[in-house]
Nanobody, 114 residues
Framework: QVQLVESGGGLVQPGGSLRLSCAAS????????MAWYRQAPGKQRELVAS????????NYADSVKGRFIISRDNAKNTVYLQMNRLIPDDTAIYYC???????WGQGTQVTVSS
């Protein structure tokens, strides 16, 4: 049974940082590209960042470029999203995703507010 479990969300002030983690199990993690999506209230789910199997190539949405960093540790079956200089528009539920396999995590809430 494939599981993706996100953690690390919470409430943070504008300008602050958070690091999200997504631990995968039940799947050969290292052969899959990974991605983070987010969904804000009343909006469609959007791709935030993606990373290739070895972590060599990462892509970002324009809205987070220069502020967020996606990375992975294949030994730990985990993908990360380091979020810096957070702004209120980053408020959303963040989801981990395996694009080629269609698996999603349950999401973790990130709220940026003073």
């Amino acid at each position: 049974q494939v599981q993706l479990v996100e953690s690390g969300g919470g409430l943070v002030q504008p300008g602050g940082s958070l690091r999200l983690s997504c631990a995968a199990s039940g799947i050969n993690f290292r052969i899959y590209n990974m991605a983070w999506y987010r969904q804000a209230p009343g909006k469609q789910r959007e791709l935030v960042a993606s990373i290739t199997t070895t972590g060599t190539i990462a892509n970002y949405a324009d809205s987070v470029k220069g502020r967020f960093i996606i990375s992975r540790d294949n030994a730990k079956n985990t993908v990360y999203l380091q979020m810096n200089r957070l702004i209120p528009d980053d408020t959303a539920i963040y989801y981990c995703n395996i694009p080629a396999a269609g698996y999603w995590g349950q999401g973790t809430q990130v709220t940026v507010s003073s």
